[in-house]
């Protein structure tokens, strides 16, 4: 088990997401290094990664990972699909779901689909970064339960990063423990008692848009370059 380290655990708002990932970025001031690469999950994500990005002075990308669940109970992930295509299934989870060879098939293809769609937009902007041998850090908007981080930790592991850390701005505490599990270190901001609800820990948590992704990506890539 990694390092979790919660900062705070008032519930007064961040104004934003961007304020939300500058605020990350402060705090991960000691974590980073100038290998630094900082992963948002689209579309909220990308926005608390851009301040992250901003404040370390790092690298941006997005993660383009979707998880996958149980038929019967679709919040419990049993595994991940990645955007090269690697499946990451925890076995003994889908075996006691019940879980068969030909749901898993059909998962996987409308999952990828998504994936396809999700790079198609975004990749021409900025193109995928390596990340072997680099400090990573993935980023949402929140962690209720985790199910989305936990499935693009599995998948950004495989690309042998030499660091991983996984940074919110809240989160619950049963998610944040279970992240733990399989990140270097885990952070986040605040971590109220009771996590109901992410937005309201956000004056203005208005829908991302793809059009400000893009952006956040484009700005990015021509700052890289």
């Known amino acids: 088990m990694g390092t979790l380290v919660i900062t705070s ?32 999950i689209p579309r909220g994500g990308v926005i608390v990664a851009r301040g992250i990005a901003r404040i370390l002075g790092a690298d ?5 990972t979707r998880r ?19 499946l990451f299934l925890d076995a003994g989870l889908s075996m006691r779901a019940g879980v068969d060879e030909a749901y898993i098939e059909q ?5 990828m689909s998504v994936i396809l769609q999700m790079a198609g937009r975004y990749r021409k ?8 041998g680099r400090t990573v850090v993935i980023t949402d908007e929140g962690a209720a339960d985790g199910s ?16 991983l850390i996984v940074a919110v701005p809240v989160g619950s505490i049963d998610a944040l423990m279970g992240l733990a ?20 820990f956000y004056v203005r948590f208005e829908k991302t848009t793809n ?4 952006e956040a990506l484009r700005t990015s890539a021509q700052g890289s370059a």
């Open 60 to 64: 941006l990308d997005i993660v383009l």
């Open 107 to 111: 998962e996987k293809a409308y999952q």
């Open 9 to 40: 655990r008032s519930e007064e708002p961040f104004m934003d997401r961007y304020e939300a990932g500058m605020a990350l970025g402060n705090r991960l001031l000691n974590s980073a290094d100038e290998s630094t690469v900082v992963l948002g």
């Open 148 to 163: 989305t981080l936990q499935a693009s930790l599995w998948a950004v592991r495989k690309e042998r990063p030499a660091r």
């Open 68 to 86: 996958m669940g149980a038929p019967d109970n679709p919040e419990l992930t049993i595994g991940a699909l990645s955007e090269d295509g690697q």
């Open 211 to 214: 059009e400000e992704v893009v």
């Open 125 to 132: 902007v900025r193109p995928k970064i390596p990340l072997e």
């Open 181 to 200: 599990d399989d990140a270097d270190e885990t952070i986040a901001l605040k971590v109220p008692p009771v996590l109901r609800s992410v937005g309201r």
